[in-house]
């Protein structure tokens, strides 16, 4: 049966790096699938609250993230850092998910420490919580603290499509460039997650996810 997904990330690239190659799997299985970022304002850079990219750049290295794997964008209107958990947050989201059918829901796993995601997290649990099935998606390892590592209770193989995952990651060269000047290669740490995750279910690259609710 056709599933009718939609994707959450907090900010641009959320999506790509969490979940990408699991939305290519559904594209290739016929789903539709909506991606939605929470907000595409300025984006400030955590440590020093310096701006590393700015609205337009965010829209167009999300458009073209989404022309990689042919799904629908739908670019919500809060700010950067100041997404909140509150009825016009829910509202946003709930809407989306009656119009488009939504069965199928993915978005940000509770153990991060950023705000925006955290809050987003809530408002998707919040209206989703008629959808059947709700899966929380890790973010690849940046240096910051988290609350608890996410616990994998599911797994998705993404052995065939770990090359649209990795081009729809760089698309977003502006964040790829400010964690390559704080020392990290995000999308080396996106690999050897993807491969630490397919050496737990026995392939060469997978996704993992914890559960919130599955009823297919």
Same mark, same amino acid.
């Given at each position: /049966? &056709?599933?009718?997904?939609?994707? !959450? #990330?907090?900010?641009?690239?959320?999506v790509e790096f969490g979940?990408?190659?699991?939305?290519?799997?559904?594209?290739?299985d #016929?789903?539709?699938?909506?991606?939605l970022? /929470?907000?595409?304002?300025d984006? /400030?850079?955590?440590?020093?609250g %310096?701006?590393?990219?700015n609205?337009n750049?965010?829209?167009? +290295?999300?458009t073209?993230?989404a022309?990689? =794997? #042919?799904?629908? =964008? !739908? $670019?919500?209107?809060?700010?950067?850092?100041q997404i909140?958990?509150?009825?016009?947050?829910?509202? @946003? !989201? +709930?809407n989306?998910?009656?119009e488009?059918?939504?069965d199928?829901?993915?978005?940000?796993?509770? #153990?991060?420490?950023?705000?925006?995601?955290?809050?987003? $997290?809530s %408002?998707?649990m919040?209206? %989703?919580r008629?959808?059947?099935?709700? =899966?929380? *998606? +890790?973010q690849?390892?940046?240096?910051?603290i988290t609350?608890?590592?996410?616990? %994998?209770t *599911?797994?998705?193989?993404?052995?065939?499509?770990?090359?649209t995952?990795?081009?729809g990651c760089?698309?977003?060269?502006?964040?790829?460039d400010?964690?390559?000047?704080?020392g @990290?290669?995000?999308?080396?740490?996106?690999?050897?997650?993807? &491969? *630490?995750?397919g050496t737990?279910?026995?392939?060469?690259y997978?996704?993992?996810f914890?559960?919130l609710?599955?009823?297919?």
């Open positions: /049966m &056709k599933k009718h997904v939609l994707a !959450i #990330g907090a900010h641009p690239d959320d979940c990408y190659g699991t939305l290519q799997r559904h594209i290739d #016929g789903d539709d699938v909506t991606l970022v /929470m907000s595409h304002s984006v /400030m850079d955590a440590h020093t %310096a701006v590393t990219r609205s750049i965010s829209k167009r +290295e999300a073209n993230a022309k990689v =794997l #042919g799904a629908d =964008l !739908i $670019l919500a209107p809060f700010k950067d850092t909140q958990f509150n009825s016009d947050s829910v509202r @946003f !989201i +709930e989306i998910i009656k488009k059918s939504i199928w829901v993915y978005t940000h796993w509770a #153990g991060d420490t950023h705000q925006d995601h955290i809050n987003t $997290l %408002a998707t919040a209206a %989703a008629l959808v059947n099935n709700v =899966l929380c *998606y +890790e690849v390892p940046l240096p910051r609350t608890t590592y996410p616990v %994998a *599911y797994y998705v193989d993404i052995s065939n499509t770990i090359e995952k990795l081009k760089r698309e977003h060269k502006s964040q790829i400010k964690f390559t000047e704080h @990290f290669d995000i999308i080396d740490n996106v690999i050897t997650l993807a &491969k *630490y995750r737990q279910c026995s392939c060469k997978a996704e993992a914890n559960v609710k599955m009823c297919r």
